[in-house]
C-alpha cells in the first residue's frame, strides 16, 4: 500500500510539472505573438452635456438611455487654450483647430491653428504621425470635409485652419472677410503644402467625409487636380455609399462624399430654426414648438456608423500591430452655429450608432481601447420652456433665440441659444465629457486635460513621444 502511494505521488507530481511547462511554453508562445493594440477615438464636435442631454431627451426619453451612458467609465477633460502673441496668457474659449491639435499632440497652441504652437508656429508631431511611424494604420473619419479642422490636426499643419486647399493660402477671405495667409507653408516656400496637399503626402491609410471642392482644383504649382494626384498617390476615390461595402485590399483609400460637410439627418419641421419669443402687452409670444424631421437632403449620404464600420474592417484586415482611428461627428457643433437643435440631435444620433459599431468591433478585438469625448462645449441650454418666472401681465423670456421641440414622449423641450446677436453662436469653455470602454477604465483619471488624453493614447500603442 505505501508503494502504491509513493507511485500515485510521483505521477502527481509529475503531471504537475508537465503542466506548468506547458502553460510556460503557451505563455512564450502568446508573448511572442501578442494581439494587435486598438485605439479608436469618438469626438462630438462641440458635444458637451447639454447636447448630450437634449439628444438623450429626444432619442430615448428622459429615462432611457443612450449608449454613451453605459461606457464603463466616464472622466472629464478640461479643454486648454492660450494666446498666440503671448503664449504665457490662458485664452479660456477654444475653437475646434487648437482644440483637436491638444488631443492629437499633446501640446496646448493657440486658436485656428492646426497641430503648430503658438507664437513659434513649430510643427506639432501627431498622433497620426507617430503611430504611423510605428507601424500602426491610421484612418480619419468625420462627417465634415476630410480637410476640416478635427481632422486635418491629426494628419497636417499650418497657422490657420482656413488653409484647405491650394487656392486658400495666401491673399485669401474665410467666409468672405477673414484674411488667411498660409505663405510660409506653401510648397514654394519650403512648406508642406495646403491641408488637402498634406492629406495626400501623408502616413495615412484612409480618410472618409466631405470636401469635394477642396481636391477638385489644381495642386500648387502643378497642372494636375489633387483627385488626380491623390489616385497617383496610391489613394481609391470613393464618392457613393455603395463603394463602402466592396473591399480594397493593399490600397490607402480616400472617400468624399460631398462637396464640403455631409448633409445632416434631421432638421427642424420644414427646415424651421431658432426664433426669438415676441413680448406682447400681455406676456409674450414664444415659438411655436415644432418636432424634428428627416432632412430629405441626407437621403443617400452614407451615415457616420457605416463609414466607420468600413473603416474598422480595412484598418483590421491589413494590420498588424494595430491601428489608430479618429472619428468625428462634427456637425453637433457646425448645426449649434446655425442655431438648429434637431440638426444637432441627430449628429449625436449617428455619433451613438458608430459607438455602436466601434462596440460592437471591440468584443471580438480585445486590446481595443475606444475614448468618446468633444473638443469644446458649443452654444445650446436645455431651459424651462415656459419661464419659471412667467406671469399673465410680464414678458419675460430669454433674450436668445428659442428652439422648442415636441419630442416622442409628447413634452415640450426648449434648447436657447444666447451667446450672441450675430448669424453664428459661438463656442463656449465649459469641461467636457470623456467616455471609454472597460479597456480605459483602469488608466483614464476622473479628470484631466485634452494633452493628457494624447498622453493616454500615445502610451496606450506604445509610441515614442521624443
Known amino acids: 500500500m505505501l508503494l502504491i502511494s509513493k507511485i500515485a505521488l510521483y505521477t502527481v507530481v509529475l503531471l504537475l510539472v508537465c503542466a506548468q511547462a506547458g ?62 502673441a503671448q503664449p ?128 477638385a482644383m489644381l495642386g500648387e504649382g502643378s497642372s494636375k487636380s489633387l483627385l488626380v494626384q491623390a489616385r497617383e498617390s496610391g489613394f481609391e476615390l470613393l464618392d457613393s455609399k455603395a463603394q463602402l461595402d466592396k473591399q480594397y485590399p493593399n490600397k490607402k483609400m480616400l472617400g468624399l462624399f460631398a462637396r464640403s460637410t455631409l448633409p445632416v439627418v434631421l432638421r427642424g419641421q420644414g427646415g424651421r430654426g431658432a426664433e426669438a419669443a415676441v413680448p406682447k402687452q400681455n406676456g409674450v409670444s414664444l415659438p411655436e414648438a415644432m418636432p424634428c424631421e428627416n432632412n430629405p437632403k441626407f437621403a443617400d449620404t452614407p451615415s457616420l456608423k457605416l463609414m466607420t464600420e468600413a473603416a474598422l474592417a480595412h484598418l483590421s484586415r491589413e494590420s498588424q500591430a494595430g491601428f489608430f482611428l479618429m472619428v468625428e461627428s462634427a456637425s453637433i457643433d457646425k448645426q449649434s452655429h446655425l442655431r438648429n437643435a ?11 450608432e458608430a459607438l455602436d459599431s466601434a462596440l460592437l468591433f471591440a468584443e471580438t478585438h480585445e486590446n481595443t481601447l475606444i475614448i468618446v469625448t468633444a473638443d469644446h462645449g458649443q452654444a445650446a441650454q436645455l431651459i424651462p420652456s415656459v419661464s419659471l418666472y412667467s406671469n399673465p401681465d410680464l414678458a419675460i423670456y430669454s433674450p436668445g433665440k428659442l428652439f422648442r421641440i415636441i419630442t416622442p414622449e409628447g413634452a415640450v423641450m426648449a434648447v436657447n441659444y444666447a451667446t450672441n446677436d450675430f448669424v453664428s453662436e459661438e463656442h463656449t469653455g465649459v469641461n467636457v465629457p470623456l467616455f471609454t470602454n472597460g479597456v480605459g477604465k483602469n488608466i483614464l483619471p476622473s479628470m484631466l486635460t485634452q494633452p493628457d488624453l494624447f498622453g493616454v493614447m500615445s502610451d496606450y500603442l506604445g509610441l515614442d513621444r521624443q
Not at 50 to 77: E, K, P, T, W
Open 342 to 352: 434637431c440638426g444637432s440631435i441627430g449628429e449625436v444620433a449617428q455619433l451613438n
Open 88 to 215: 504665457e496668457k490662458a485664452v479660456y474659449v477654444a475653437d475646434s483647430a487648437n482644440s483637436a491639435s491638444a488631443i492629437a499632440s499633446g501640446s496646448v497652441t493657440s486658436r485656428a491653428r492646426i497641430a503648430t504652437s503658438a507664437g513659434t508656429d513649430k510643427d506639432l508631431p501627431t498622433l497620426v504621425e507617430l503611430a504611423s511611424a510605428a507601424g500602426f494604420r491610421t484612418g480619419v473619419v468625420t462627417t465634415a470635409s476630410v480637410t476640416d479642422a478635427t481632422p486635418a490636426a491629426f494628419y497636417a499643419h499650418t497657422n490657420l485652419r482656413y488653409c484647405e486647399n491650394p487656392s486658400m493660402m495666401k491673399d485669401a477671405l474665410a467666409y468672405g472677410r477673414v484674411p488667411v495667409d498660409c505663405s510660409q507653408d506653401l510648397i514654394a516656400n519650403g512648406g508642406l503644402g495646403s491641408i488637402a496637399e498634406q492629406l495626400l503626402s501623408s502616413d495615412l491609410d484612409l480618410a472618409f467625409g466631405g470636401g469635394q471642392k477642396h481636391f
Open 23 to 84: 502553460n510556460t511554453l503557451a505563455g512564450g508562445d502568446n508573448a511572442a505573438v501578442q494581439s494587435p493594440k486598438n485605439v479608436i477615438l469618438i469626438i462630438g464636435d462641440g458635444m458637451d452635456d447639454h447636447q448630450i442631454s437634449i439628444a438623450r431627451n429626444y432619442l430615448v426619453g428622459a429615462r432611457g438611455r443612450l449608449s454613451l451612458d453605459s461606457m464603463a467609465h466616464r472622466s472629464v477633460v478640461q479643454v486648454l487654450t492660450v494666446d498666440n
